[in-house]
């Protein structure tokens, strides 16, 4: 069985704080990572997706992947109340059409 | 930008009904996605479509068919609606060189 794990949460952090997000998986032969926001009543929107081991910055959001500890992460910086969503991460391990398995989701609440 | 859309945002059905659930992209995509999303259980895929008449069974196939005619459509079937296929559904796109999948608005059906 294919699995990503995150941890439900909820996970709160102070505005202007950083919120660190994290997700295992357990198929080695991973070979993308995807880290989506979803909020409540809407569907998922892609935040950031990575492929090599290190870290990939956009804005706010980094993400970091170490495929030796078959971790992932994503750290938002300077929290912001608009932040509070569901975080999914996302893992493709290869083959035909792209197929993504799920995280069930991390829960963010930042707090003013 | 990509555009998935769902025929409906909402959807109230009684136990053994057919229901059908539509999804359009606008992106020439080849691979789109139905998933059912429910509290705890995270994103779980139903079925995919990798080219027109083309579909493979997710991980949760049982209850649903698919069909897909056209490239830009891809719709799901309930054969006999039950009240535990109440859920959130959401239809994704993927292909023409993009990394990952975008989602439409999804539909939550509700099985009485």
């Known amino acids: 069985q294919k699995e990503v794990e995150q941890n439900s949460g909820p996970l709160s952090v102070p505005e202007g704080a950083i919120a660190s997000l994290n997700c295992t998986y357990s198929?080695?032969?991973?070979?993308?990572f995807f880290w989506y926001r979803q909020y409540s009543g809407k569907s998922p929107e892609l935040i950031m997706f990575?492929?090599?081991?290190g870290d990939k910055e956009d804005g706010r959001f980094t993400a970091q992947l170490n495929k030796a500890s078959q971790y992932v992460s994503l750290l938002i910086r300077d929290s912001q109340p608009s932040d509070s969503a569901t975080y999914l991460c996302?893992?493709?391990?290869?083959?035909?059409?792209?197929?993504?398995?799920f995280g069930t989701g991390t829960q963010l609440k930042v707090e003013l | 930008d990509v555009k998935v859309t769902q025929s409906s945002r909402y959807l109230v059905k009684r136990t053994g009904e057919k229901v059908f659930l539509e999804c359009v992209q606008d992106?020439?995509?080849?691979?789109m996605f139905w998933y059912r999303q429910d509290p705890g259980l995270g994103l779980r895929l139903i079925y995919f479509?990798?080219?027109?008449?083309?579909?493979e069974k997710g991980d949760i196939p049982e209850g649903y068919s698919v069909s897909r005619e056209k490239k830009e459509r891809f719709s799901l079937i309930l054969e006999s609606a039950s009240t535990n296929q109440t859920s959130m559904y959401l239809c994704?796109?993927?292909?023409?060189?993009?990394?990952?999948?975008?989602f439409g608005p999804g539909t939550r059906l509700t099985v009485l």
């Open positions: 996302a893992v493709n391990v290869g083959g035909g059409g792209n197929k993504l398995t």
């Open positions: 198929d080695r032969g991973s070979q993308s």
């Open positions: 990575i492929y090599s081991n």
């Open positions: 992106m020439d995509h080849e691979n």
């Open positions: 479509s990798y080219d027109v008449k083309m579909k």
């Open positions: 994704a796109s993927h292909g023409g060189g993009t990394d990952t999948q975008y």
